[in-house]
């Protein structure tokens, strides 16, 4: 989670805060708030889901420790469950804003306070269906280690596709390179080339 920035910790007294929520969902973002209609937001238009939606406590604490967040969606709307039905959201992306609006529900000041991915999804469906999502944050993405991950020629050229590293490091300790200083020659093996 990141520190508030001052203008919207002091905004966040005078103003009507609201969370603003992306899901993305393979077919596409799922753009959500929790205030009352449509409002428009970095250029986009998200849905609100007035008090029928809930965000649970964001954790924060200088131990950085991997607490999940819990979004809850109450919902008729068969649209939402049906992008539910149809994506499986395990793995798909979360961003959430911290938003305030002005007395005419404009946004004056919006950061992002976390930005995860969901790991697990349930769905009660009834007359207003309830789908609760658990989204792990970035601390959790960064104490999970990259398993398998070598480092070689096509990695390195994956990340850097000019990077010749690897092929001049093969012809560096396959030849006998001249040394200014007295000593054994660099490269080879005891001191001779390599075939």
């Known amino acids: 989670m990141e520190a508030l920035n001052r203008a919207l910790v002091a905004e966040l007294a005078q103003c009507r805060p609201r969370y603003f929520v992306r899901l993305a969902f393979k077919s596409g973002d799922v753009l959500l708030h929790t205030g009352v209609g449509e409002r428009r937001f970095l250029g986009r238009t998200w849905f609100g889901l ?5 965000i649970g406590e964001i954790p924060a604490n200088d131990k950085n420790d991997a607490a ?5 969606l109450h919902t008729q709307s068969d649209a939402i469950l049906g ?3 149809e994506n499986d959201p ?8 911290l938003v305030t609006v002005d007395k005419h529900y404009r946004v004056n000041q919006s950061q992002l306070l976390e930005s995860g991915y969901i790991v697990a999804c349930d769905v009660e469906r009834g007359q207003v269906s309830k789908v609760m999502l658990s989204v792990a ?4 993405r960064w104490k999970q280690s990259r398993v398998h991950q070598r480092w070689n020629h096509a990695t390195q050229t994956a990340l850097y596709p000019d990077d010749k590293f690897f092929s001049e490091h093969s012809e560096a300790t396959s030849t006998v390179l001249p040394d200014t200083q007295p000593g054994s020659p660099v490269g080879g093996r005891d001191g001779v080339h390599l075939p």
């Open 68 to 72: 999940r967040i819990r979004l809850s």
């Open 137 to 140: 944050g970035e601390s959790e």
């Open 90 to 97: 395990i793995g798909a992306g979360v961003e959430i804003y």
């Open 50 to 54: 007035g008090m029928l939606g809930r």
């Open 83 to 85: 992008e539910v039905a």
